[in-house]
């Protein structure tokens, strides 16, 4: 390791030089980034260097731009699995404080416009052995990311943002708006978010560093505003429950999956986020939720069979068939009072 440390200060110390040394307009940018992504295992990117790299996003958004491209270079080009921690924890705090022209153009990195998917997992630092559990992180960790801006979409606005992208009540108000469909589809994608930060690598002793530490506290962060969010969701279907016809029944069994999915994480969670509050009224809300759609849900296939039952019974009590008659005979229908001629196969009036 203290060889590793020794190459790793070599490699930043020639990168800002480097970067020093260029004659373009993007140096500031460049050195910024060098900075607050470090190949020093023991050291933070402090408060200071993450605070440079958002000031960048307080200016153009030619500045803009060119930060996310330099900190996307950094984390793409390099295969220490520090620095890619570090290029990670930079970009978790972009989502959670940068500025809107800074968010926008992660989002939608490439400049191009696309999906911002990190490609990191084929992710492996293969120096040495503890580094290959490190690469676990950082696969890990990239993956919490790209579910953190896919859930950005999908409701619309930022989990960790700011009072300026909109307030608690603001939020609450837009999830009681939503159809019950949608509804149900926001829960999914949260759940799913659960379950991504739950499939962190099992070397939770290596918590013991400083920097993955900090990686699983900023998940953390994310996993009290995913929190909070499948609470207003999870109660307002609560409320709805009695009148939620919206639902089809493919969705609602897809919604009390989730529920399940996300009854099963809790385990694991408690052993992540040990010092974590329980939340014990989320899970409780969790279970009696679900218990309603189940019953519901039960409800509704004893309706459809009673239903299709009634149809069958419907349909044998019109037919005549009457084994005495000859092919040819007559025989007078009570409601029809018309003579109509029978033979061996019976016929529906």
């Not at 004659?23 to 900075?35: E, K």
């Not at 921690?85 to 972009?94: A, E, F, G, R, S």
């Not at 799913?192 to 900090?214: G, T």
């Amino acid at each position: 390791m203290a060889r590793i440390k020794f190459i790793g200060i070599l490699k930043d110390k020639a990168s800002i030089l480097k970067a020093t040394l260029c004659i373009n307009g993007r140096v500031s940018v460049h050195l910024a980034v060098l900075r607050a992504t470090t190949h020093d295992p023991s050291r933070l990117p402090s408060e200071t260097r993450i605070a440079s790299v958002l000031a960048l996003g307080l200016s153009s958004r030619l500045t803009a731009c060119a930060c996310i491209e330099a900190l996307m270079d950094r984390l793409h080009v390099t295969r220490s699995a520090f620095v890619a921690l570090k290029c990670l924890l930079t970009i978790h705090n972009i989502i959670s404080k940068g500025s809107f022209i800074l968010k926008d153009q992660l989002a939608y990195y490439p400049c191009f416009g696309g999906y911002n998917f990190l490609n990191l997992s084929m992710f492996c630092d293969n120096s040495d052995l503890c580094m290959l559990e490190y690469s676990s992180w950082v696969r890990w960790y990239a993956g919490v990311i790209e579910q953190n801006l896919m859930v950005s979409r999908a409701i619309g606005y930022y989990l960790n943002s700011t009072k300026t992208d909109g307030n608690k009540r603001d939020k609450e108000e837009k999830a009681l708006a939503l159809l019950d469909s949608d509804l149900a589809m926001e829960i999914e994608v949260l759940v799913e978010f659960v379950v991504r930060i739950c499939d962190a690598p099992d070397s939770l002793e290596l918590q013991k560093n400083n920097l993955v530490y900090e990686v699983v506290r900023a998940a953390g962060e994310d996993y009290r505003s995913i929190q909070r969010e499948i609470v207003v969701r999870v109660k307002e279907v609560g409320d709805r429950i009695d009148s939620v016809e919206g639902l089809s029944s493919d969705e609602l069994t897809r919604l009390i999956d989730a529920l399940e999915r996300l009854e099963s994480c809790k385990g694991k969670l408690m052993l992540l986020f040990v010092n974590r509050k329980r939340n014990d009224g989320l899970w409780e809300l969790v279970k009696e939720t679900k218990a309603r759609l189940v019953e519901m849900k039960e409800k509704r296939e004893e309706k459809r069979v009673v239903v299709f039952m009634g149809r069958n019974e419907s349909a044998e009590s019109t037919q005549c068939w009457n084994p005495f008659l000859e092919p040819g005979q007559l025989l007078l229908l009570p409601s029809g009072g018309a003579w109509v001629s029978l033979g061996p196969t019976p016929i529906a009036v």
